[in-house]
């Protein structure tokens, strides 16, 4: 089975710290994505990634950036952490770069909050 | 640009009776649309896709779910609901044209709720 692990399930964290959320992926998926989900909006795609080192920006990247360095591995970085950032964020991958038809599996997710 | 709409927040069946979940979806190309589900605090598991051929795709826990293309809508279905069926569900489309490159696009979810 495919798995998607994030670092923490939930986090308390104070506004303006740097904060460090981290997913990692068992099966050599070229394309990882951080989304956050909030109550009527639904997922929302902040920073995807489909190869090492490459990053692209989704739906709402400000306030946060993205680093992967491994395959395995993408992080997800809030460089300053304010309290509209409190959320769950959800990490997903998929195989095969350039296909589009394979679904994503996510990790469990991380529930944040900034106080 | 792909947008999806799921125009009900929340969903009540009685356990033993046919559910549908819906979803309209827009895109410039040819769609490639999933059903997704949520359990509470958790992460979001796969339950079917359509790509391409039979309008009606089977998925797991014995969900279908029927594409149509004139009416642009992948409605989620089940011949007769559980209790345990209770969750909050997640249409998403991605657009074989455009695509948004690797994006998948979520509608705003639908809560399903299964009464004894």
């Known amino acids: 089975d495919v798995k998607v692990t994030q670092s923490s399930r939930y986090l308390v964290k104070r506004t303006g710290e740097k904060v460090f959320l981290e997913c990692v992926q068992d099966m050599d998926h070229e394309n990882m994505f951080w989304y956050r989900q909030d109550p009527g909006l639904g997922l929302r795609l902040i920073y995807f990634s489909y190869d090492v080192k490459m990053k692209e920006k989704g739906d709402i990247p400000e306030g946060y950036s993205v680093s992967r360095e491994k395959k395995e591995r993408f992080s997800l970085i809030l460089e300053s952490a304010s309290t509209n950032q409190t959320s769950m964020y959800l990490c997903?991958?998929?195989?095969?770069?350039?296909?589009?038809?394979?679904?994503?599996?996510f990790g469990q997710g991380t529930r944040l909050t900034v106080v | 640009a792909q947008s999806v709409a799921q125009p009900e927040d929340q969903v009540n069946v009685a356990e033993g009776n046919p559910l549908t979940v819906k979803c309209t979806y827009s895109?410039?190309?040819?769609?490639?649309l999933f059903w997704y589900v949520q359990y509470p605090n958790r992460g979001l598991q796969f339950l079917l896709k359509?790509?391409?051929?039979?309008?009606l795709v089977k998925g797991s826990y014995g969900f279908e779910a029927e594409f149509n293309k004139s009416q642009t809508s992948f409605h989620l279905k089940k011949p007769s609901a559980l209790v345990s069926d209770s969750a909050l569900y997640f249409c998403?489309?991605?657009?074989?044209?455009?695509?948004?490159?690797?994006?998948?696009?979520f509608g705003t979810g639908t809560q399903l709720k299964v009464e004894l």
């Open positions: 998403a489309v991605r657009d074989e044209v455009t695509g948004g490159g690797n994006k998948l696009t």
């Open positions: 895109v410039s190309g040819n769609p490639y």
């Open positions: 359509y790509i391409t051929g039979d309008n």
């Open positions: 997903a991958s998929r195989p095969r770069k350039g296909v589009l038809n394979t679904e994503a599996f």
